[in-house]
C-alpha cells in the first residue's frame, strides 16, 4: 500500500527566507508525485509533478521538488518566499498504473510567511 | 476552459438529514472523483468514475453515502442519513488522458456541517 508522510503541520518563514516542506512517500512500484496547493475556500491546484525521468522537478510559482529514491523523498523548494505564498501544501503519491488516479495524499502542511 | 463545477459551496444541516452534493467535470473529462476532506487531514478518495462507471469505490461508507454519474458527465453524490463524522469538504475532480498521467483538476469543492 501506498503513504506519504508530511513532516510538520506548519510551517512560519520570512518573507524572502528559503521555503522547504518535506515530503516522504511509501510505494512499492515506482511512484508518481505531486505537490498541490490549496488557498483558503478553493480547491486543490497543482504545483508539480514527478513521473519519469529528471528528478528535479520545476512548478509554477518558482517552486521545485526533488525525487530521491534512496530517501524515498520529494520535498518542496522555494528560494524566497512571498506572503502570496501563504497556503496548505499537500504532497500525492500515486502507483501511476492502470487507469488514472487514485492519489494518495499527505495531512498537509500549512505555510504561513511573516513580513 | 472552464474549470470544475461544484454546487452548493456550503451546505449546514442536522445528523440524520439528507445532502446531496452535484459536480460537472471539465468537458471531455472522462474520469471523475469525489474526495472527502476532513479538517486538518488531507483529501480522501470516496470514489472514482471512468465514464459512466465505478472503477474504485472500495473506500465509499456504501451504507449512507452513494454516487452516481448517470450519462458519463456530471454527477451527484449523496448521503443519507448524514453523520456528525461526515462535516468535511466534498471535493470533486476530473482528469483526462490528455493532461497526462494522474494530473486532476479539482473544483472548489462543497463543505458540509452537520449538526
Known amino acids: 500500500a501506498q503513504s506519504v508522510t508530511q513532516l510538520g503541520s506548519h510551517v512560519s518563514v520570512s518573507e524572502g527566507a528559503l521555503v522547504l516542506l518535506r515530503c516522504n512517500y511509501s510505494?512499492?512500484?515506482?511512484?508518481?508525485l505531486f505537490w498541490y496547493v490549496q488557498y483558503p475556500n478553493q480547491g486543490l491546484q497543482l504545483l508539480l509533478k514527478?513521473?519519469?525521468?529528471?528528478?528535479l522537478v520545476k512548478g509554477i510559482n518558482g517552486f521545485e521538488a526533488e525525487f530521491k529514491k534512496s530517501e524515498t523523498s520529494f520535498h518542496l523548494t522555494k528560494p524566497s518566499a512571498h506572503m502570496s505564498d501563504a497556503a496548505e501544501y499537500f504532497c500525492a503519491v500515486s502507483d501511476g498504473g492502470g487507469s488514472q488516479g487514485n492519489l494518495i495524499f499527505g495531512k498537509g502542511t500549512k505555510l504561513s510567511v511573516k513580513p | 476552459e472552464a474549470g470544475v463545477a461544484q454546487s452548493p459551496r456550503y451546505k449546514i444541516i442536522e445528523k440524520r438529514q439528507s445532502v446531496a452534493f452535484w459536480c460537472n467535470p471539465i468537458s471531455g473529462h472522462a474520469t471523475l472523483y469525489w474526495y472527502q476532506q476532513i479538517l486538518g487531514q488531507g483529501p480522501k478518495l470516496l470514489i472514482q468514475?471512468?465514464?459512466?462507471?465505478?472503477?474504485?469505490d472500495s473506500q465509499l461508507p456504501k451504507d449512507r453515502f452513494s454516487a452516481e454519474r448517470l450519462k458519463g458527465v456530471d454527477s451527484t453524490l449523496k448521503i443519507q442519513p448524514a453523520k456528525l463524522e461526515d462535516s468535511a469538504v466534498y471535493l470533486c475532480?476530473?482528469?483526462?488522458?490528455?493532461?497526462?498521467?494522474?494530473?486532476?483538476?479539482f473544483g472548489a469543492g462543497s463543505r458540509l456541517t452537520v449538526l
Open positions: 510505494s512499492s512500484v515506482p511512484p508518481y
Open positions: 475532480a476530473s482528469s483526462s488522458q490528455r493532461s497526462g498521467a494522474n494530473v486532476l483538476t
Open positions: 514527478y513521473t519519469t525521468g529528471a528528478t
Open positions: 468514475f471512468q465514464n459512466n462507471g465505478v472503477v474504485d
